[in-house]
């Protein structure tokens, strides 16, 4: 997932000579962001409910626990990895937002009010917005799965004392 082209120019090919990646090109990369991160939403939904229903069987217990805290990490390692390069993101985005307003600002040819100029930077950027809003939503659904996780954490201590519970009676 570099953030470079063949050219070096950055994520949005600022300043290269050759012409900005066809409309087709760039929706066929926010698809296929698209589609890696609902296979790996998928992936996550799958291990938690597995790890929920081990809590089940006192005998997994114990493999349960290494799991959750294995993939806990792993979790975390990618949450961090995806903020890393969503600051990457928003970075080039706001350098390339500000070489558009001044652009706009200072094209003689055109009188535009505040807002106008504001519009059409955000319409040229749209694409590249909505990459970085692709990149946050999936950083909230690892949040959240770690969160799970750290529930089932929990859940694994409880019931270990109602085993226990049960055992003294």
């Known amino acids: 997932m570099s953030k470079e082209d063949s050219s070096g120019h950055g994520v ?3 300043g290269s000579p050759e012409p900005q ?5 760039i929706e066929g990369a926010l698809a296929d962001i698209r589609e890696r991160f609902q296979k ?16 089940n069987d006192i005998t997994t217990v114990a493999s349960l626990q290494v ?8 979790c975390l ?64 659904y690892l949040t959240e799965t770690i969160r799970t996780m750290d529930h089932i954490i929990y859940g694994v201590r409880s019931r270990l004392e109602l085993e226990q519970y049960k055992r003294e009676q």
């Open 21 to 25: 990646k066809p409309q087709k090109d």
């Open 77 to 140: 390692e990618e949450k961090h990895m995806l903020l890393t390069f969503m600051a990457r993101l928003d970075k080039e985005y706001k350098k390339y937002n500000g070489k558009k307003w001044e652009a706009l600002t200072n094209d003689n040819n055109k009188r535009l009010k505040m807002g106008e100029i504001s519009t059409l930077a955000e319409a040229d950027l749209a694409t590249e917005k909505e990459r970085i809003v692709l990149f946050g939503d999936q950083v909230d």
């Open 12 to 14: 949005f090919n600022m």
């Open 67 to 74: 799991k959750l805290y294995s993939y806990r990490q792993i």
């Open 40 to 55: 790996s939403r998928e992936t996550w939904k799958e291990r938690i409910v597995e790890m929920a229903r081990s809590i």
